[in-house]
């Protein structure tokens, strides 16, 4: 079981950028393909960007393709979100999730608030 805590998120005008974190306890962190999710007011949660367990292939939703970069250090057992040009669209509670892929397993952090004003 890897524990995630998502920290970075904040209050930023259209065409900033934020950085998110995430930190994963636990000694098996290269095992799991990390991954960040968003979740709107009113809409489902939705998948944002993922990541291999050795940080050598990445995924993205086409929303945020050229915008967004996830990268991992596993040797500090984190994963980041570099988020630029955002969009008021981009405003959400964002979360850290990790899985193996092939299992059920599934876990989640408890999220960060990122809001982009007009």
């Known amino acids: 079981q890897v524990q995630l805590v998502e920290s970075g998120g904040g209050l930023v005008q259209a065409g900033g950028s934020l950085r998110l974190s995430c930190a994963a306890s636990g000694r098996t962190f290269t095992t799991y393909r990390m991954g960040w999710f968003r979740q709107a007011p009113g809409k489902e949660r939705e998948f944002v960007a993922r990541?291999?367990?050795?940080?050598?292939?990445?995924y993205y939703a086409d929303s945020v393709k050229g915008r967004f970069t996830i990268s991992r250090d596993n040797a500090k057992n984190t994963v980041s979100l570099q988020m630029n040009s955002l969009k008021p669209e981009d405003t959400a509670v964002y979360y850290c999730n990790a899985d193996l892929p092939g299992t059920d397993y599934n876990n989640w952090g408890q999220g960060t608030q990122v809001t982009v004003s007009s």
């Open positions: 990541i291999n367990w050795r940080g050598s292939s990445t």
